[in-house]
């Protein structure tokens, strides 16, 4: 199983970005997926969840401005990121709880992570 993150890249404040995950392999279901950011010298954090009841979760840091949604038919998660700030800047992962068979129980995976830039 393999998550592929893209979307990331140079956005001036104010402007938005879209950033999407792909799993792809062996996949049975997905449970949660999550969008997490670690800036330099930070640790990394949760920004966005969502659950296989479409139940999601927001940081404070990005609650009304960031939106996190999944398509189940193709394996994929999209965080929608408008209003962007400089503090915003990080590379971004995505997570996930994973089963690759219904024998099996769910495990996490990461994404590579992409860089998101936001600067005048």
């Known amino acids: 199983v393999q998550l592929q993150a893209s979307g990331g890249g140079l956005v001036q404040p104010g402007g938005s970005l879209r950033l999407s995950c792909a799993a792809s392999?062996?996949?049975?279901?997905?449970?949660?997926w999550g969008w997490f950011r670690q800036a330099p010298g930070k640790q990394r954090e949760l920004v966005a969840g969502?659950?296989?009841?479409?139940?999601?979760f927001y940081a404070d840091s990005v609650k009304g401005r960031f939106i996190v949604s999944r398509d189940n038919a193709k394996h994929t998660v999209t965080l929608q990121m408008n209003s962007l700030k400089p503090e915003d800047t990080a590379v971004y992962y995505c997570?996930?709880?994973?089963?690759?068979?219904?024998?099996?129980?769910?495990?996490?995976?990461w994404g590579q992570g992409t860089l998101v830039t936001v600067s005048s």
């Open positions: 997570h996930c709880d994973l089963r690759r068979s219904r024998f099996e129980e769910p495990r996490a995976y």
């Open positions: 392999g062996s996949i049975f279901s997905i449970n949660d």
């Open positions: 969502i659950n296989s009841g479409d139940s999601t």
